[in-house]
């Protein structure tokens, strides 16, 4: 089978946007959970509410692939799955390490659904002496001192960063040195990496924060709702009285300069 380091995904070289292959893992997931269910087919809009975008979107991304649907009958959901999978590079083996296993890269390392998409974990790492040997979902835990030897013989091009911030650039610098060439940053640290290298991101941290912001938002406009509405309430209690003052008789400071007829006259007696 193949290994990440001789192959490498098709998507730059057709030209499919950044943001189109962002999108393409979510259509996956979606697919996916549909064929465990036996779906045959899906509608373009059944499709895009699953992945949480608009259908035209959508479309557009199938476009980049060379599928359109069937109109009528909708898309081929085994024929999408593979079609994504393979344009996302999962038809194939890759390896990958996880460096740093302390909680958060133990917990990688236990997670099942690497496998499952195309991913296997080749070794885990760490640079605690009395982490060596010890098993982490059932891989023996290596020594950093082997790092560049376990990238060469595994044929990793993909490397999984789990330390701590201060340690994160000098194992970046080795990853790269010894073949990476793709990383998935979970260090709350900005890598930097020469050109050819990808880096993708995760900080938990920071998703919480933009939580933060949304919630203290949505208790400001909850306290100004509940502020609006006595305002509201004295106003509406207001007009009665104001609307009886108007439609009712006159007031008796108007009463005294009305003519004979009730009128207002034009002149006022001196």
């Known amino acids: 089978m193949a290994t990440g380091r001789t192959h490498r995904p098709a998507t730059r070289s057709r030209g499919i946007p950044e943001a189109t ?21 899906v509608s373009s809009e059944e499709l895009a509410a699953a992945a949480g975008v608009n259908s035209a979107k959508l479309r557009k991304d199938f476009s980049y692939l060379g599928s359109y649907g069937t109109r009528g009958v ?24 996880i460096v ?26 760490d640079a605690d002496p009395a982490m060596a040997g010890k098993p982490v979902a059932g891989i023996p835990v290596q020594h950093t001192d082997e790092l560049e030897s376990i990238i060469t013989g595994n044929g990793v091009s993909i490397g999984v960063i789990a330390t701590p911030a201060g340690a994160a650039q000098q194992v970046c ?55 609006a509405v006595p305002a509201a309430a004295r106003k509406r209690a207001a007009a009665p ?8 008789s006159a007031p008796a400071s108007a009463s005294a300069d009305q003519g004979p007829d009730g009128d207002v006259p034009a002149v006022m007696p001196a």
Request: aromatic letters at 8%; hydrophobic letters at 50%.
């Open 74 to 97: 909708g898309y081929d959901v085994e024929y999408l799955v593979y079609q994504i999978s393979r344009e996302l590079g999962l038809t194939q083996d890759w390896p990958v390490v």
């Open 173 to 227: 610098d080795r990853l790269v040195a010894a073949g990476v060439t793709s990383i998935l940053n979970f260090a709350p640290t900005v890598l930097n990496v020469p050109d050819g290298v990808d880096v993708r991101k995760v900080d938990l941290s920071i998703e919480l924060q933009i939580l933060a912001f949304h919630e203290q938002r949505k208790a400001g406009e909850e306290a100004a709702a509940a502020a």
């Open 21 to 41: 292959v962002a999108r393409l893992p979510l259509y996956l997931r979606a697919l996916t959970a549909l064929s465990e269910r036996s779906v045959p087919t």
């Open 241 to 248: 009285a104001a609307g009886a003052s108007g439609s009712g």
């Open 100 to 125: 740093g296993i302390g909680n958060l890269g133990a917990a990688l390392a236990n997670y099942g659904g690497f496998a499952s998409r195309g991913f296997r974990v080749a070794a885990l790492i």
